[in-house]
């Protein structure tokens, strides 16, 4: 397939953020699909903020934070363990293909974690139709 | 035996001399039934004394202990209206010190009607009717069951038939916020219909209704285009269930999961990445 | 502005535009010069330009330049990782003028040039990431950090040798500490421990004097026989409760002399000092040189409490200090900072069950082996079997008890190994038996360690290296008989061996406290896994904890010696100063904040919020952040439903016109009309 994904990503500070600029600074290359909004906790990635993203027409959003346990504001992620599968079961109930919406733990010492996160997800996303498309 | 309404009428006059009011149900004219505060001033009144159709009594209630906080009232409620009481008393929205309930057993045919899974109460000490089982939601069902094509285009149909009227939200005893995400053009867009897919509001809406959907399918009744509303609050805290163990009206002092920390097994189940 | 959603109109905002070459780092793989000629057009920006070294002097001097002579109301650099120059721009902004929250970073470089190959999707990138910031930084807002005054009375728990260096070096720089321990005296696992290796001098006579200064110290008050009951506020502002158990004894009453110790007719084995080998009364002080001097009551094990008669201890007080109608006091005290060093527990040996421990009885742990060794502990320094009388003529000596074990903790206890040369050393020393250590690794870094290692293989210490399978007293030989026998493979040798001895000493792990949860929740910092407590950074920050005026010293953030240990209370006693000597303290601007006309007073804000940062108003029904508790999650904001809490400087609005900046870039690599949220 020829389309180019839209993903955006939302990342805590602390350690994806660092994960991110880790993979950066080993060099580490990856679709250049993915845009970074730099949020202080995944705790702060509120349902509403997710569901604007995919109305702007993402085709992808992704919320990544630190290991469960590693959390900045300790225990900010887990608040992320759960809004963000509940959410993601509110998207298959209303048929939108759950997978759009992926949340992982980055450290900050995982650059070649987070390098292959991102290309992972963005093979897969650009498998599936445009957002958009799909819903009209 | 004597009927539930009869019983009721007793269970009501027992306690009229030790509250200020009763709440409960009246018919009024046309078959209409409204909430309406039976006191001891007014006896005649429990000849009108309604069971059917429900109404959403617990926001009277919030209503009248706003205006009269030291009031001491009684409630007569179903299991749905029940559960809805408890959360809003679990949201700091009714203070139950003075509050008596007076639960009331739904009949296999209003249970079937509203395709409830717990058509009875659990917190009242008064109780009036027999409890029966919940009954199976066939329409939750059905839908659940479709493949993600067909539930994708099942929605967007039923929600373009939705003229954003706000009723589901404002005759839902838990939306009681003083302003409404769903009326911020931030998270909805105004000013279009039908809606654009998938419906913000819709959407938004489910979320917020999760871990505190009562199940007492007000929205639906309510709705001018018949939108099967309860079903994706229904699959949601069946989720919250198996996920959190979490379920809306059940523990007076248990919060909803989502906003506390994840307790053993919670993460296993999430089924996020390991 | 117009938006297209809305119709509220908005002063037009002066933005600028600085996209920086990184020498190569980013021009070799962005156009730079486009991105900047490009992002002129953006709505807002009045000035774009590319410059070789955004960060160096010239680089922030044409931000200055600019914010004066255009008068610029906001400012976007798009370089590198805000974690690296965020500081060094908003520093910029604020030395001519600009409030610094009103900048904004897009990284171009670690998450842009660095991590694409190809150029022309790299300048695509760019110019999105630069779009999201200028769409951003519209709508940020100037923030003040807010300024609290620093309490210079500090707490520190736990009186070991961390906790008292900490509280003596703070002590003496003229400010006053409370040190608060558990026990009835301060001294810690120290206090035990008979020769420290690897220069084997007296325990005692090292820890004693730090002690006695502590004791006497006219800025430290002691508490001991005491425990925190509750931490309330923040840094630079905390109320703790403590409770001040009943000693049953005056302590301005009593002198120390003992006569009660002495006259009491009830013996108590004595499982916290001596480990389980001696005997205290019912009233005690744990052992002679205690500080403070004065003796407590062990309520459940005294005649008079368990019986109603006996008062032997109070016919015999000269001064009348004995008070039988003593109750548990409760105190409240003000301080700005905390100091946690509350030490470690010992691994319970019995949950090895295959090394005997309890069920044979010459099998002893090291906390027992130091006890048998001090000339002042149950035997005089003499090292005898558990008969009271017997010299082991030989012994072994087990490393990684409850240590580097799947079965209990994966981690190496740092101790054990030099401690149990040190045993090795003195039981050759003192007994001449033949000792055999079972070790997995020697480990004996840090300065005369590996020497003393040395030493002690030349006194002819025999070492099998081989996890230990079983102690067991079944004999299969004859020469087995009434002996311990020692079972292990030996990975040297490659071959199972069977060694007799008479006597097992059990090097046990070190573990976090058995409450260490409890205690961390107490004080608002958190525990790892196996319930040590968290350092802020474990390299560069280690005896800092994520709350702020909340720091640990000593083995209860893992295990270590006690160099470590001091080192630790010291390195913690500065910090704790070096905030002091500031006055006052800036604390985090980005809070939450509620917006008191709209909220419902749902209080599910309250229930989400890590930090306890929220409370509920009764009187208004609202809630309410307490700025100096918050540290800006913004983990409330995601579950107050109406949105009546927003996090500063990431708004909902700011995250929303960010998103959609990088999107509409994204969408169609043109000019579009910035259609932001309302
Ligand atoms: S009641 Fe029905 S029509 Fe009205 S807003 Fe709700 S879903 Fe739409
Ligand atoms: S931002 Fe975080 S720390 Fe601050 S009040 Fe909200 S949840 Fe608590
Ligand atoms: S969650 Fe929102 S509405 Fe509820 S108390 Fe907190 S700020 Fe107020
Ligand atoms: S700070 Fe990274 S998830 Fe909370």
New interface residues.
């Given amino acids: 397939m020829t389309t180019e994904p ?1 993903i ?1 990503g939302f990342l805590c500070n602390w350690c994806s ?2 994960g ?2 880790g ?3 080993a ?4 679709p ?2 993915i ?7 995944s ?7 997710v ?8 085709d992808g959003v992704m919320v990544l934070g630190c290991h ?2 590693d ?6 992620n ?2 992320t ?17 759950s997978e759009r919406l992926y ?3 980055v450290s900050a010492a995982e650059g070649e974690k987070f ?1 292959s996160v991102i290309r992972d997800f963005t093979e897969k996303i650009s498998t599936l139709p445009p957002f958009r498309e ?3 | 035996m004597t009927d539930r309404l009869t019983s009721l009428r007793e269970a009501i006059e027992a306690v009229l001399p030790n509250v200020d009011g009763v709440l409960a149900l009246r018919i009024g004219p046309g078959g209409i039934s409204a909430s309406h505060l039976f006191s001891k001033e007014h006896p005649e009144d429990l000849a009108k004394l309604a069971l059917w159709p429900k109404e959403p009594v617990p926001d009277t209630l919030k209503i009248i202990l706003r205006a009269h906080p030291d009031a001491k009232l009684a409630i007569v409620c179903r299991g749905c209206e029940e559960r809805g009481i408890v959360e809003m008393f679990k949201h700091a929205q009714l203070n139950l010190d003075n509050v008596t309930l007076i639960g009331l057993q739904c009949e296999q045919a209003e249970a079937e009607f509203c395709r409830c899974a717990k058509p009875f109460t659990v917190h009242s000490k008064t109780t009036v009717g027999q409890s029966i089982k919940g009954v199976p939601d066939p329409v939750t069902e059905k ?2 069951a ?1 493949s ?9 149909q039923e929600f373009e038939h939705c003229i954003k009227c706000y009723g589901c939200r404002t005759i839902c005893p838990q939306c009681f916020c003083n302003v409404c ?1 769903l009326e911020d053009e ?2 909805v ?1 105004t000013g279009r219909l039908p809606m ?3 419906s ?1 509001y ?3 809406r ?2 917020h209704m ?1 871990a505190k959907c009562v199940a007492c399918r007000e929205c639906e009744e309510t709705c001018p285009a018949d939108i099967p509303l309860a ?2 609050f229904r ?2 805290a069946r ?2 269930k198996e ?2 163990n979490y379920e809306a009206g059940a523990v007076m002092d248990q919060k909803p ?6 307790e053993e097994g ?2 296993e189940r ?4 390991h | 502005m117009k938006t297209k959603n809305g119709s509220r109109t908005e002063v037009q905002e002066k933005i600028g535009v600085y996209v920086c070459h990184c020498g190569s780092n980013i021009a070799g793989t962005v156009d730079v010069a486009d991105v900047a000629r490009w992002a002129a057009h953006l709505p807002g920006v009045v000035v774009s330009r590319d410059y070789k070294f955004m960060c160096s002097s010239p680089g922030q001097e044409l931000i200055g330049k600019d914010i004066k002579e255009l008068g610029l109301t906001r400012v976007v650099v798009a370089s590198c ?3 690296l120059h965020e500081a060094t721009f908003r520093g910029a902004c604020e030395r001519a003028g600009l409030n610094p929250y009103l900048f904004e970073m897009a ?1 171009i ?4 040039s ?5 150029k022309a ?2 300048t ?2 760019a110019k ?2 630069v779009a ?1 910031a200028v769409s951003r930084v519209a709508h940020q807002q100037p923030l003040e950090a807010l300024l609290v005054p620093i309490d210079a009375n500090v707490l520190v728990v736990g009186g070991g040798i961390a906790g008292i260096q900490a509280a003596l070096e703070i002590a003496d720089s003229g400010n006053h500490v409370y040190l608060v321990e558990r026990e009835p005296s301060i001294g810690g696992h120290m206090a035990q421990f008979d020769k420290t290796f690897p220069t084997l001098d007296c325990s005692a006579c090292i820890l004693t004097p730090k002690m006695v200064s502590a004791g006497n110290h006219k800025n430290i008050t002691l508490l001991t026989w005491s425990e925190v009951e509750k931490v309330e506020g923040y840094v630079g502002n905390f109320t703790v409760t403590i409770r001040k158990k009943a000693r049953f004894v005056d302590e301005a009453l009593c002198t120390g002399c003992g006569v009660c110790q002495e006259k009491c007719p009830k013996k108590v084995i004595d499982d916290v000092f001596e480990a389980g080998l001696g005997y205290r009364k019912a009233i005690y002080t744990p052992f002679p040189q205690a500080v403070p001097n004065y003796p407590v009551i062990d309520h459940d094990n005294c005649t008079y409490f368990q019986k109603g008669t006996c008062k032997a201890c109070e016919k015999f007080c000269a001064t009348g200090a004995i008070k039988f109608d003593q109750v548990d006091e409760i105190l409240t005290v003000k301080v700005g900072n905390i100091i946690l060093a509350t030490g470690y527990d010992l691994f319970d040996a019995r949950k090895v069950s295959n090394y005997g421990y309890a069920r044979l009885p010459n099998v002893f742990t090291s906390l027992e082996m130091e006890r048998l060794t001090n000339a002042s502990g149950p035997t005089g320094g003499k090292i005898v079997l558990r008969d009271g009388v017997t010299q082991p003529k030989s012994v072994g000596i087990i490393h990684c008890v409850g240590s580097r074990d799947r079965n209990y903790n994966n981690y190496c206890s740092v101790i054990c190994c030099m401690q149990s040369l040190k045993f090795a050393h003195l039981v050759h020393e003192r007994t001449g038996a033949t000792v055999y250590n079972f070790y997995i690794d020697i480990r004996t870094p840090f300065k005369a360690y590996d020497e003393f290692y040395q030493k002690v293989l030349e006194e002819g210490t025999l070492f099998v290296r081989g996890k230990v399978a079983e102690v067991t007293d079944a004999a299969r030989l004859p020469s087995e008989e009434g002996r311990l026998i020692i079972q292990a493979e030996d990975t040297l040798a490659g071959k199972q061996r069977r060694i007799p001895v008479d006597m097992v000493i059990l090097s046990s792990a070190l573990e976090a406290r058995a409450d260490s949860k409890e205690v961390a929740q107490k004080f608002g910092i ?1 525990c ?2 196996d319930q040590w407590f968290i350092e802020k950074h474990p390299k560069l920050d280690p005896v800092a904890t ?1 709350t702020d005026g909340v720091f640990i010293a000593g083995t209860c953030t893992g295990p270590k010696d006690i160099p470590a240990s001091v080192a630790q209370g010291a390195a913690a006693a500065a910090r704790v100063l070096s905030i002091i000597g500031q006055g006052q303290i800036q604390i985090e601007a ?1 809070t939450a904040i509620v917006n008191e006309e709209t909220c419902v007073g749902c209080q599910q804000c309250i229930a ?1 919020c ?2 306890q940062a929220i409370v509920y108003r009764e009187d208004k029904g609202k809630a309410y952040v307490n700025e100096a508790l918050c ?5 409330c ?3 107050c439903l109406p ?1 009546c809490i927003s ?1 500063k400087h ?1 708004t ?1 609005e700011q ?2 016109a ?3 900046g ?3 870039t ?2 169609e690599f043109e000019l579009i009309p910035m259609e932001v949220a309302a």
């Fill in positions: 839209k955006i953020y660092r991110a600029d993979a950066g600074m060099r580490l290359k990856y250049p699909n845009k970074i909004i730099r949020v202080p906790c705790g702060r990635v509120s349902p509403e903020l569901l604007r993203t995919f109305r702007e027409g993402a469960i346990g959390c900045h504001y300790s225990t900010g887990h608040r363990a759960k809004r963000m599968p509940l959410l993601k079961k509110l998207l298959e109930y209303t048929g939108i293909d949340i992982n733990w390098a799909t819903m009209k | 839908i659940a479709m993600q094509p067909e539930r994708l285009a099942f929605w967007k995400t931030k998270w867009e654009a897919n998938p913000m819709h959407l938004i489910a979320m999760t079903v994706q699959l949601m989720d919250v996920l959190f999961p989502q906003l506390l920390v994840l919670d993460y999430s089924g996020l990445p | 990782s805000p974690h990284n470089r670690e998450q842009d660095w991590v694409t190959s190809d999707e790299a695509k990138k999105a990431l999201a958190s790892s896994a994520m980005a989400s890590p930090y540290k800006g999650c913004g983990t904001v995601g579950s949105k996090l990431f909902d995250l929303v960010e998103m959609i990088a999107m509409h994204m969408k």
